[in-house]
Structures are given as structure tokens and as C-alpha cells.
């Protein structure tokens, strides 16, 4: 079955340290793998997305990694801000990019 | 601006009484999807269409139905709601790019 693993469930950070968000992927065939960040009540707001021949992803403070290989993709945060205090959720397209398998966040709490 | 729009934001209902939630994208995007939002769960995704006719389903479509009789819109029908479908629901579309745009949300309670 396909799925999507994150990790931790949650983390606490103080302000402007750094932190790495884990997501491993069963998705079979793999189209592409996206990492999103949802405040609370909105709706998720893309941050990277990634192919199969892409191994790492800037967006400002954030990187993603991804190693096809084993399956694994990680999100950075460098100089983690208060406003990053948000669920970042790590989905991966199968299907020629129709379906779409989400995990199931890592709570981000960065505190002052 | 571009954006996905959702109606209503907020409903409460009755089991059984048939509903609609709207959505609607002004980006001219192809492919748009539904997914539910339910706590420690994730996003699942219940029904997406590649473009105008073109519907299939995701992981959960069990009591759902949608149409797409043009590009910009994309409902989701709940022909008799039950309580299991109380949830929070999100309507996409996505571009060339691969960037998908989510609405702000629908919240449903099915007493």
C-alpha cells in the first residue's frame, strides 16, 4: 500500500535554531514529491516540489532533500522564525502526478 | 489574483439532507481534486478530475460525487451525509508547473 511517514509528530524549536522534518514514501511508481507548510484553519501552501532526478530544493530558509533511492526526503529550516510555527506536510504524486498520497504533518511549534 | 475559491466556508447540517460545496479556480488549471482534512489523519484525497468530463476517483470517495462541466469549477456533492463525513474539506487545482493551489477550506458538521 502506498504511503507517506513523517517524523517527528511534532517538535518545539527555540527561535532562530535550525531544524530537519523527516518524510519517507512507499509510492510506487513515484512522480514527484512535494513539501507543504498549512497554518492553522488555511489551506496548505506549497513550498518545494521535487522529481525523481532532483536531490535538493531551496526556498529561502527552506531545503528539501530527496533520495530516490531509499525513499527518504527531509525538510530544513534554517534560522527558524515564530512564523514558522505551522504543520509541514510532505506529499508524494503517483500515477503520472493524478494521485496524490499526503502524510500526515509534523506539528512545527518555534517559540520565543 | 489567482486563487480557489470555496463555498460555503462553514456548514452544519442533518444526516441525509443532500449538499453542495462549491469550488472555483481563476488560473485556468486543468487538473483539480477534493481531499478531506481529519486530525492526526492527513489529507486524503477523494475524487480529482484531469479536465473538463475527465473525474476519477482518489482514496475516499465512498459518499461523495463530483462533476466538472467546465474548467473553473469543480463541486463536491454529498447526495445523503452521514456523520463520518464531518470533516474539513479542501478543493485544488494545479498548474503545468506542478504547484497546487488549495482553497481556504470547508468546514462540515453532519449531526
Known sequence: ?112 | EAQVTQNPRYLITVTGKKLTVTCSQNMNHEYMSWYRQDPGLGLRQIYYSMNVEVTDKGDVPEGYKVSRKEKRNFPLILESPSPNQTSLYFCASRGANNEQFFGPGTRLTVL
Not at chain 1, 529561502?60 to 530527496?66: F, N, S, V
Open chain 1, 1 to 112: 500500500k502506498n504511503q507517506v511517514e513523517q517524523s517527528p509528530q511534532s517538535l518545539i524549536i527555540l527561535e532562530g535554531k535550525n531544524c530537519t522534518l523527516q518524510c519517507n514514501y512507499t509510492v510506487s511508481p513515484f512522480s514527484n514529491l512535494r513539501w507543504y507548510k498549512q497554518d492553522t484553519g488555511r489551506g496548505p501552501v506549497s513550498l518545494t516540489i521535487m522529481t525523481f532526478s532532483e536531490n535538493t530544493k531551496s526556498n529561502g530558509r527552506y531545503t528539501a532533500t530527496l533520495d530516490a533511492d531509499t525513499k527518504q526526503s527531509s525538510l530544513h529550516i534554517t534560522a527558524s522564525q515564530l512564523s514558522d510555527s505551522a504543520s509541514y506536510i510532505c506529499v508524494v504524486s503517483e500515477n503520472g502526478g493524478f494521485k496524490t498520497i499526503f502524510g500526515a504533518g509534523t506539528r512545527l511549534f518555534v517559540k520565543a
